[in-house]
């Protein structure tokens, strides 16, 4: 036991003779739920969790345990039980991610199904509950490996994170000295990726005075700069106009082309269906669907498929009285 979760002593599993015995399971079989291991000390003491004692559990300082984790070096992200707790809610749900290299990538789930969370904990930015991740086959949890990651890595994050007090280009200058890049392929670069995005029209304008659509242009554009092996896009396509649109999936599909890794969330399935070529669907925190997009289409619409594997139909939504009367 785990001197943090006396409290819940009733409800936790002990281990006898190397075998897990669940409380709720009679105190006879193996618990059938994901097996946790605290840091409270080595030997490590093992837990099984249920959801009626989700609270049990500490908000951070575990490793999921599940056997070996064999790392694929064909896999740009491999996770194994990735899960993700805020207090006693599960954001993310023992998820296993399999993104093979050369892929672009679809991440889809409804509002709060976890997407952000997801990918928050695979660029860094959020440490996981549990669980275990590779990123282009090296473990970020290793200082070392976690800094090789990240100079092979591009992130456009939801909420951009710009320095909107600096230019595109002084914006774009930093991000490439961040990188260790010389000068003269930071100029070089710069000039190609404003001049590709529309950007290089007026070189005095900061940030804060940018179109949202430009400013989506813009993180897409420092993302690329280092020219990463892999690329993570929290939903680029909200709010950008229909021109800002197409230049953003025409960039990313000569990213992929070249054999590079995009790993793309959205809620935009047109712009799913047209680009990515695998899909994996996040619904209440669980990975419902994960597969190749025409094996997940069988001949129907991506929506038709999203809309089935994460519970939802027509027949189950709400009308509004007040226009069902005018009919």
Not at 33 to 44: D, E, I, K, T, W
Request: some cysteine.
């Amino acid at each position: 036991y785990g001197p943090r979760a006396s409290a819940q002593r009733a409800f936790l599993c002990k281990r006898v003779n190397g075998v897990i015995h669940c409380p709720q399971a009679n105190g006879q079989s193996e618990c059938r739920q994901r097996r946790y291991q605290l840091n409270f000390g080595r030997p490590r003491a093992i837990i099984a969790t249920h959801s009626q004692r989700q609270a049990s559990l500490p908000e951070s300082g575990l490793d999921l345990i599940q056997g070996n984790f064999w790392v694929n070096d064909e896999l740009a992200i491999q996770t194994q039980q990735l899960t993700r707790f805020f207090g006693q809610q599960c954001a993310v749900d023992a998820i296993d991610l399999h993104v093979a290299c050369g892929t672009f990538y679809g991440f889809l789930g409804p509002n709060g199904a976890g997407k952000s969370t997801t990918i928050k904990m695979l660029t860094g930015l959020l440490e996981p509950s549990a669980g275990r991740i590779r990123i282009l086959g090296l473990n970020p949890t290793i200082p070392e490996q976690s800094l090789a990651i990240k100079r092979r890595i591009g992130v456009v994050p939801e909420d951009l994170a710009l320095f909107e007090n600096l230019t595109a280009t002084e914006y774009l200058i930093f991000v490439g000295r961040m990188f260790l890049l010389d000068r003269d392929t930071i100029r070089q670069r710069s000039q190609e990726l404003l001049s590709m995005m529309r950007l290089d029209t007026d070189e005095k304008k900061l940030t804060l005075e940018f179109s949202h659509g430009m400013k989506k242009k813009l993180a897409l554009a420092a993302a690329l700069l280092p020219n990463p092996d892999l690329l993570f896009l929290d939903e680029p396509f909200e709010g950008v106009d229909a021109v800002t649109s197409r230049v953003l999936r025409e960039t990313l599909t000569d990213f992929v082309s070249r054999g590079s890794t995009v790993f793309l969330t959205s809620h935009v399935l047109e712009i799913v269906e047209r680009l990515c070529s695998h899909v994996g669907i996040i619904s209440e925190g669980k990975l419902v669907e994960q597969s190749s997009l025409e094996e997940l289409r069988q001949g129907s619409s991506l929506e038709q498929r999203f809309l089935e594997k994460v519970g939802r139909s027509d027949d189950l939504m709400q009308k509004l009285s007040w226009l069902e009367d005018r009919q």
